[in-house]
């Protein structure tokens, strides 16, 4: 199954997966095209997304930081309202007590009768009332009217009754009275005539602010209720605690205006406060009304509009990694079918120029074999003359020296031959120990009548110590040929060319071979070793041969330089490893 | 047997000598030179009935020596006999006036011919 899904994987394949063959090494331009692949794909993917994931990013931020006050902004309002509410309902109960007090005067308040009746004026005008007692100044209850027998109970030691003394009107905690209902007493101080005080004072239901703050809720996740500045919920809160117990969230500071925070690590999720602090103009409450929002309920639109930008920035990004990676591979496709069609053509190059330099050393062979065989052609002539025209042939000196004349030039002609068979066999690639000295004379040899027509002189320098070179001498020889025929192209009769061999390092060789013919001007060196570039007339060079050896070289694991000045003449220097190494010959072997 | 003079230029010196020896027992009168400055010399006090002449001198190359050999308006006809001849040579010598331009080896019985049909061409 894995076998099966692989083979159908490398059929998408681009095919410069696989390596270049090694066979085209030295021609390539670039070899590892996997590498250039992945390194155009995360060029690419990276600039085009970067600038979108950057404006996405800073996009959200924005958007979020807007949503933040828009919601902070709502909350406050909300809590804002909800306190003038209240505050107008506290504000109420004291001005209902203190116009009471006014009206009435503290003797009609006394008399339970009279007492009676306004309680029940009250609740008419006014609800939520359940009871009045009028207290003196010692703390004792003088008056009652309510559902409890209440009349004559001492308050002196109270909190209350020590607050209101201190402060003129009180507003109590909400707590819970001998009905189990939830209440809230307020108090007013009031002077008499004899200048003593007593104090008036309600029970008022708690029903009506609840319905006022309900009034204020909005939405499921929206939570609205009032604590104490000890932080127990005075009003039933929906998520943060039952009443009279402490609220689940942390206390807000103290703050003469309404403000909101968002709390980001309460339980269930980032959560909104509004709050403020309840002081109505006459009297300090013990009242924080707190409006609590949940975030998430209140982005709805925002999720929406987060969702569908989340969606199409993935699909922009797979549109982009997509193109991305189809245009590189398509380029580097390209790149490899170029550069192999190069390779390829250079090879075939390579192959051609060794035909043609068998051609022309079998030109040259040939020419050379002429004169010894015009020799012998002669010699032996002259030997039938003798016998035919003369005819003298006993004891003839003439005779024998013509005859030694004849073997000479057969001698001549074979080791020419010999030259020629072994030039031949060394074109088979095979590494083997190079006598270089040896290599040097024999292509020498092929220039050796030309040399001396031309009036060329050639030195031959080779260090003693550099024996032991292994490499392809076919390849090496061709080298040798190459730079040999273009200096004695370049050079003019009675020039002087100077072959050099010497170690270089401990296991490197190096070549020399210069001439002082016409040299080159400098803004040709950097191409020469180009295919097809040439400074020779039309059809006299190819100007694949510069090429050519540069590609033997880079096969033998060499370098090739070249120095040159114009009517000066030209150095190129080859190195070479003296050992061609294991591992290089088996790239080698298994590429052909 | 019509007796000619030749001038035998080339330095392969053997083959000129023996060259030379074959055409003397054919009844030549041959005068030979290995260089190309020397045959020029030769020239100048001799007159001969051919030139062969090879291309490969060490002092002047056959080609150069031909042309000045027609600049001093010799008309001597010339045959460069060459070992290295290439086709460039062969076109080059016979637009410098060269009687014939001839690979070497050759046979003497050819050479000989080609004298008998210069000496029946009108001059």
Known sequence: MIAKFRRALRAFQPKFYRSVSAHYNPYVTFTNYRRIWLIGIFLLIATALLPLLVVTAFHYQLIQNSIDSELILRTERVASNARRAVTFFLEEGLDALRFTVNEFGYGRLTDPDHLQEILRNLKLGFGGLTDLSVISQQGLQIAYAGPFKLEGRDYSDQQWFIQCRKQNLYISDIFRGYRDVPHVIIAVKAFRNDGSYFIFRATLETERLIQILDSYKSGAYADIFIVNRQGFIQTPSAHYGDIFEKMSLPLPSYSSRTEAVIYNDIGSGPIITGYAYISTQLAHTPFILMVVKQKQGMLGPWQELRSKITWFVGCGILIVILVMTLTCTYMVNRLYQADTAKAETMALMEQNNQLVSMGQLAAGVAHEINNPLALINETAGYIKDLFVIKHQYKDDKELLENIDAIIDAVDRCGTITKQLLGFTRKFDPKIQQVDLARLISEVLAFHKKEAEYRNIEVYVDVEGDISGLETDQGKLQQILVNLVNNAFQAMDDGCILEVRAAAEEADRVRLTISDNGCGMPEDTLPKIFEPFFTTKEKDQGTGLGLAITYGLVTKLHGKIAVESRENEGTTFVVTLPKQFKEEMRENESSSG | ?123
């Open chain 2, 1 to 123: 047997m019509k007796q000619y003079s030749l001038l035998i230029v080339d330095d392969e010196e053997r083959f000129a000598n023996m060259l030379a020896r074959r055409l003397n027992l054919r009844g030549c009168a041959c005068e030979v030179c290995y260089r190309g400055q020397k045959a020029l010399d030769v020239l100048e006090r001799q007159s001969f009935f051919l030139v062969l002449l090879d291309l490969h001198l060490p002092d002047i190359y056959g080609t150069e020596v031909l042309s000045r050999i027609r600049k001093r308006r010799l008309t001597t006809p010339v045959i460069v006999l060459t070992g290295h001849g290439t086709e460039d040579d062969r076109k080059k010598c016979l637009e410098l006036g060269a009687y014939d331009f001839i690979h070497k080896p050759v046979g003497i019985d050819k050479l000989m011919a080609i004298l008998e049909k210069i000496e029946r061409e009108p001059a």
